[in-house]
């Protein structure tokens, strides 16, 4: 429909294109492969497009999709018309409001997001039955808005009236509708719908204007009690939130809180592989391993890397290798820092593997501890200048050959296992990012 809609408009004048064309609704419900139908705001209108404007949508329609279906324009006269007419309207501009291309489908779920895309298919099916508020929190290019935009997406095609906009645009349209002194359309735009989804919450507290933040809290107040859907996101959980009045955080925190923690890096190369098919951008799997190891966690970076190889790649003609990707994308990847100390080593260690520095540093004999201890050694003897026998001290071995033999334990593992190796070289280029 929008592509015929264009084509429609691009062949009027910018008037006629205003005042009549924009004004009539598709109504999906009703038409079919041999009847379209529009629903029109009022009698002019409709006979105003009946008239002048018939032929020349169906002639469009025939240019597109090859046959010419009857064109019925139908006139909301009725009350129900009416309503119908304005709820069809409501759900054309918020749609333009969310982007298309973030689904369910094509997001990739991993351990560090498992939570926050579960409840987030759930609140979308079942809006305002539970976890509402649902307030997901992590930081910047992890994931919050592409899960927002999919609740959207999925309750617009399932005929909810879904708002969608970031902090920013809802205080904007409360200056406007306060100077304007339309305080009621604004009410009814953001207290009627069936879902409000905001995204970076924790800039409407950097506001100045404590007003808006009232505003903020009775929209809340009056969604909640008739049930309908609130999703928010921030970079911050509600309790690490500045600026918000505690009756505000603790409407936060009365739903369910989900964090969206940095990707695996067998979930980051997922999702980079993902988005290679997506854009149709031709990577091996050496090339998208030293992205996923030398590029951090922010996906929306990782996507610009991406795309800027791409462009360079068809403007020189050249294909991507490992060589060409370093070149291209060097001043995206992080900075290394000079060295690194032992701690330093062992606190990231045990963050990424999700073991406690005390367990490290303990004679434990358990796989996974034993595993993380000669990840550190090893990493230790190639960022630290201590020598074998300082590090059989630091590790509580017996001497520098135990230090020798956990060394070798890891090389064997790095040259059997391509994934353990990415896994080592991810963590490796944490400690060395220069902070």
Same mark, same amino acid.
């Given at each position: 429909m929008l592509e015929v809609a264009n084509s429609v408009i691009a062949k009027l004048s910018k008037s006629e294109a205003k005042n009549y064309i924009s004004q009539i609704i598709f109504d999906e419900s009703r038409s079919? $492969? +041999? @009847?379209?139908?529009?629903?029109?705001?009022?009698? *002019?209108?409709? /006979?105003?497009?009946?008239?002048?404007?018939?032929?020349?949508?169906?002639?469009?329609?025939?240019?597109?999709?090859?046959?010419?279906?009857?064109?019925?324009?139908?006139?909301? $006269? +009725? @009350?129900?018309?009416?309503?119908?007419?304005?709820? *069809?309207?409501? /759900?054309?501009?918020?749609?333009?409001?969310?982007?298309?291309?973030?689904?369910?489908?094509?997001?990739?779920?991993?351990?560090?997001?498992?939570?926050?895309?579960?409840?987030?298919?759930m609140v979308a099916a079942e809006p305002g039955k539970k976890y509402n508020p649902l307030f997901i929190y992590g930081s910047t290019g992890l994931g919050k808005t592409h899960l927002l935009h999919s609740i959207?997406?999925?309750?617009l095609n399932h005929g909810q009236n879904v708002i969608c906009v970031t902090s920013e645009q809802f205080f904007n349209d409360f200056v406007v509708n306060v100077?304007?002194?339309?305080?009621?359309?604004?009410?009814?735009?953001?207290?009627?719908?069936?879902?409000l989804l905001i995204d970076d919450v924790q800039f409407l507290?950097?506001?100045?204007?404590?007003?808006?933040?009232?505003?903020?809290f009775h929209t809340f107040n009056d969604l909640r009690e008739k049930k309908a859907q609130?999703?928010?996101?921030?970079?911050?959980?509600?309790?690490?939130?500045?600026?918000?009045?505690?009756?505000?955080?603790?409407r936060f925190e009365s739903g369910l809180i989900a964090n969206i923690t940095p990707p695996e890096l067998d979930t980051k190369i997922r999702i980079i592989k993902a988005k290679c098919e997506f854009d149709g951008v031709s990577l091996d799997n050496e090339t998208i391993d030293y992205i996923a190891t030398n590029m951090g966690d922010n996906i929306?970076?990782?996507?610009?890397?991406?795309?800027?190889?791409?462009?360079?790649?068809?403007?020189?003609?050249?294909?991507?290798?490992?060589e060409f990707a370093k070149t291209v994308i060097k001043d995206q990847v992080k900075v290394h820092k000079d060295s690194s100390s032992i701690d330093?080593?062992?606190?990231?260690?045990?963050?990424?593997?999700?073991?406690?520095?005390s367990e490290i540093k303990s004679k434990s004999k358990t796989k996974k501890i034993v595993e993380a201890r000669r990840i550190c050694i090893y990493l230790a003897k190639s960022l630290t200048p201590n020598s074998m026998p300082a590090l059989a001290v630091n590790f509580g071995l017996k001497d520098h050959s135990a230090v020798s033999h956990n060394i070798k334990k890891i090389n064997e593992l790095m040259n059997n296992d391509s994934i353990f190796k990415a896994k080592i070289e991810e963590i490796k280029n944490k400690i060395l990012q220069k902070r």
């Amino acid at each position: 429909m929008l592509e015929v809609a264009n084509s429609v408009i691009a062949k009027l004048s910018k008037s006629e294109a205003k005042n009549y064309i924009s004004q009539i609704i598709f109504d999906e419900s009703r038409s079919n $492969s +041999s @009847e379209v139908v529009f629903i029109a705001p009022n009698a *002019l209108v409709a /006979n105003y497009i009946r008239t002048k404007f018939s032929s020349l949508i169906a002639n469009t329609f025939e240019s597109l999709i090859t046959h010419k279906p009857a064109i019925k324009i139908i006139c909301a $006269s +009725s @009350e129900g018309e009416q309503k119908k007419s304005v709820l *069809l309207a409501q /759900n054309k501009q918020n749609r333009a409001q969310i982007y298309e291309n973030y689904t369910f489908e094509n997001f990739i779920v991993g351990h560090s997001n498992q939570l926050a895309f579960q409840v987030s298919q759930m609140v979308a099916a079942e809006p305002g039955k539970k976890y509402n508020p649902l307030f997901i929190y992590g930081s910047t290019g992890l994931g919050k808005t592409h899960l927002l935009h999919s609740i959207g997406n999925y309750a617009l095609n399932h005929g909810q009236n879904v708002i969608c906009v970031t902090s920013e645009q809802f205080f904007n349209d409360f200056v406007v509708n306060v100077q304007n002194k339309t305080m009621q359309k604004f009410k009814e735009k953001y207290r009627t719908c069936d879902i409000l989804l905001i995204d970076d919450v924790q800039f409407l507290a950097q506001e100045k204007s404590e007003k808006i933040r009232e505003e903020f809290f009775h929209t809340f107040n009056d969604l909640r009690e008739k049930k309908a859907q609130i999703v928010l996101t921030s970079d911050n959980p509600p309790k690490l939130l500045k600026g918000f009045e505690e009756r505000l955080v603790s409407r936060f925190e009365s739903g369910l809180i989900a964090n969206i923690t940095p990707p695996e890096l067998d979930t980051k190369i997922r999702i980079i592989k993902a988005k290679c098919e997506f854009d149709g951008v031709s990577l091996d799997n050496e090339t998208i391993d030293y992205i996923a190891t030398n590029m951090g966690d922010n996906i929306r970076e990782i996507e610009g890397a991406l795309l800027s190889l791409n462009a360079f790649a068809r403007l020189m003609s050249q294909k991507i290798t490992l060589e060409f990707a370093k070149t291209v994308i060097k001043d995206q990847v992080k900075v290394h820092k000079d060295s690194s100390s032992i701690d330093e080593i062992i606190a990231l260690v045990a963050s990424n593997l999700n073991v406690k520095i005390s367990e490290i540093k303990s004679k434990s004999k358990t796989k996974k501890i034993v595993e993380a201890r000669r990840i550190c050694i090893y990493l230790a003897k190639s960022l630290t200048p201590n020598s074998m026998p300082a590090l059989a001290v630091n590790f509580g071995l017996k001497d520098h050959s135990a230090v020798s033999h956990n060394i070798k334990k890891i090389n064997e593992l790095m040259n059997n296992d391509s994934i353990f190796k990415a896994k080592i070289e991810e963590i490796k280029n944490k400690i060395l990012q220069k902070r």
